[in-house]
C-alpha cells in the first residue's frame, strides 16, 4: 500500500515515468486511497498495545472485531514487538470517528509504555491527503486513553 501512495504522489508531481522502471507494473494497477488510516506503533517489547477504533454508528473495531459493517478492516494484533496496528477504510460514513489506544499487558510497569499514533484523511490522494500525529503515555495495565 505504501508503494501505491508514493507512486501517486509522483504521478501528481510529474515523475510518473522515473518511478516506471523500478516499480512492477501490477503493484501500481490500482489506486489504493483510503478515507481514513490509523496506524499505532510503541516503544516497549513483550507489551501489548491495542487499538480500537469507533465508527459513528458506534461500531468498534479492534483485534477481536476486526471487520465492520462499514468495512471498517483491523491489522492482526502484536502481542509482543512494536507493532504497528493499523486500522483501514476505504470508503467512510460521514460522521464522527473516535479512536483510542489501550495497554493491555506491559513488562515496563514502572516506565510505562508510550504509543505513536499517525491518523491520514484521504489517505493516498496526493491533493487531499492530510495527517495528524500524536503521542501518549500509558502506564498501568488495561489502561485506555482516547486519543483521536
Not at 523500478?22 to 499505532?40: C, E, F, N, P, S
Not at 508510550?114 to 491533493?127: F, H, I, K, S, W
Request: with cysteine.
Amino acid at each position: 500500500m505504501a508503494i501505491n501512495r508514493t507512486f501517486q504522489f509522483l504521478t501528481h508531481y510529474g515523475y510518473k515515468q522515473d518511478v516506471l522502471t523500478l516499480v512492477d507494473d501490477r503493484l501500481l494497477a490500482t489506486k489504493m486511497t483510503m478515507d481514513l488510516r490509523v496506524i499505532i506503533m510503541w516503544d516497549t517489547d513483550a507489551t501489548d498495545v491495542e487499538l480500537h477504533v469507533t465508527e459513528p454508528n458506534g461500531e468498534k473495531c479492534y483485534s477481536f472485531h476486526n471487520k465492520t459493517k462499514n468495512g471498517g478492516f483491523m491489522s492482526r494484533n502484536f502481542s509482543k514487538g512494536y507493532g504497528p496496528e493499523e486500522y483501514l477504510i476505504r470508503t467512510a460514513p460521514s460522521g464522527t470517528f473516535s479512536v483510542s489506544v489501550k495497554l493491555f499487558s506491559s513488562m515496563k510497569k514502572y516506565t510505562g509504555t508510550v504509543v505513536a499514533l499517525r491518523v491520514y484523511t484521504n489517505y493516498g490522494d496526493p491533493e487531499l491527503e492530510r495527517s495528524y500525529a500524536s503521542t501518549v503515555r500509558l502506564q498501568e495495565d488495561k489502561e485506555i486513553r482516547e486519543v483521536a
